[in-house]
């Protein structure tokens, strides 16, 4: 079975910063990219707040996140993960090219926009259906179109149409807006703006190309049909995480509200070695700038995780006996007392570890305090003590 040090799911701003940042301190990583590397900024026309870049494409600025992780030489695959399984201590990345196990894994596999569900939504998706004002605006110019949401990105997003609109309505299921009050004050007083509160669509018709709406209020129950050539369906995104269903189901891998992922701030999910940066995780701004930023630390602590619990694992769990001395780097005593012990010819073979560093490691351990020695028989803690010079590990 193929087997590497970091496999990164996704290759949007997460995961290809994750592969700058994993390559550059040596590890061999491969990078799983089911469409286009870039992700969803592929999708957008101009993006204005990615530090740097004053102004680009999406796609621009994708190409150029792609460009700049090449350098580095991850391996890029195209291959859409299926499922994550853990088997005898293994992490297996389950793909349609195959299975590899991988030491760590980061998922950033990003988020999608909700569906409306309604007949006709998947019909029409590109013929007049759309989930993205900044792409398709420009194809509706003079013409009527209709907005479905309540939240800050539907009632933005209609504002931003009205620049090519003649007409837009914003349909909304309750009789109040979910966006914050400046969103809210600049779309109501758009004279291009009207809003259809209390209502749902119930099905979007046309026949090549979208061409009304059957609306029914929920409150009154009254059907009527809007005639518009567009739709715009702005009611929230959810994390692009089908595969890992199993994981979520079994409690293993744990959820916040809305099915985002819980990390904490090295983020490190609930199951160990796997990690997960952007936008799929619970957290406040989804955007390029904070995906590239979890995407940093992401690769940081998995390097961290797998030097050590690979290495050390390799060192402390495996052999038949070991003896070890857990110290902490940012003690000067303790660094001098490692230091004794490395020099001396009757314990060179004990081996020692930053504690502080390898924190995981000292608590799979129970080390509780440092410095500690202990004696390790097969990963079995047989014996432990506090220890103040070289010589004391004689009572070991
Ligand atoms: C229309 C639009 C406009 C936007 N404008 C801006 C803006 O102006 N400024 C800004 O900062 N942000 C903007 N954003 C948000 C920004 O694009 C996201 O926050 C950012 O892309 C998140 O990055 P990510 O790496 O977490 O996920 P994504 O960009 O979603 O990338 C995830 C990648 O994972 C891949 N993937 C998913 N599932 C699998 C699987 N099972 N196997 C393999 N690969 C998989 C996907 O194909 C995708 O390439 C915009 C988003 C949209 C949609």
């Not at 491969?30 to 992700?39: A, I, M, Q, T, V």
């Not at 350098?71 to 299926?82: I, L």
């Not at 609306?215 to 009527?224: Q, R």
Request: glycine letters at 10%.
């Amino acid at each position: 079975m193929e087997k590497r040090e970091l496999v990164i799911i996704g290759a949007g701003p997460a995961g290809l910063t994750a592969a700058i940042y994993g390559r550059r301190s040596g590890l061999d990583v491969l990078l799983l990219e089911k469409g286009l590397p870039g992700g969803q900024i592929n999708t957008t026309d101009e993006i204005e707040n990615w530090p740097g870049v004053k102004h680009a494409s999406g796609q621009e600025l994708a190409d150029m996140f792609r460009e700049h992780a090449e350098k580095f030489n991850p391996e890029f695959r195209e291959a859409e993960v299926e499922g994550i399984e853990f088997k005898d201590g293994k992490k297996l990345v389950l793909t349609d090219k195959g299975i590899v196990e991988a030491q760590a894994i980061i998922l950033a596999t990003g988020a999608s926009f909700k569906k409306q569900g309604c007949p006709g939504e998947a019909e029409f998706t590109g013929r007049g259906v759309s989930y993205c004002a900044v792409c398709d605006a420009a194809f509706f110019e003079e013409q009527e179109v209709a907005v479905i949401g309540g939240g800050n990105t539907a009632v933005e997003e209609a504002v931003y149409l009205t620049q090519f609109a003649s007409k837009v309505y914003i349909i909304h299921r309750r009789d109040s807006f979910r966006a914050d009050r400046i969103a809210v004050e600049r779309a109501l007083s758009n004279p291009k703006i009207s809003v259809i509160w209390d209502s749902v669509v119930e099905e979007i018709r046309g026949t090549d190309m979208v061409e009304s709406l059957a609306l029914k209020n929920v409150k009154t129950g009254e059907k009527t049909v809007l005639p518009v050539s567009g739709v715009f369906v702005f009611i929230g995104n959810e994390p692009n995480i089908g595969f890992l269903k199993p994981l979520i189901d079994s409690g293993l891998l744990k959820t916040a509200r809305g099915g985002w992922l819980r990390v904490n701030e090295r983020m490190e999910t609930s199951i160990e070695g796997l990690f997960a940066a952007g936008d799929l995780i619970d957290k406040y701004l989804r955007q390029v700038v904070t995906a590239a930023g979890d995407g940093a630390t992401a690769a940081m602590a998995a390097y961290a995780y797998i030097s050590e619990q690979v290495h050390l694992e390799g060192k402390l769990l495996d052999p038949e006996e070991v003896t070890a001395v857990f110290f902490s780097s940012v003690d000067e005593a303790q660094v001098r007392l490692a230091a004794e012990i490395e020099a001396s010819p009757e314990w060179n073979r004990v081996v020692l570890v930053d504690g502080y560093k390898n924190s995981r490691m000292a608590e799979k351990l129970q080390v509780q305090s440092l410095p500690s020695a202990l004696k390790i028989q097969k990963g079995e803690v047989l014996k432990r003590i506090q220890i103040r010079s070289a010589e004391e590990l004689k009572g070991l």
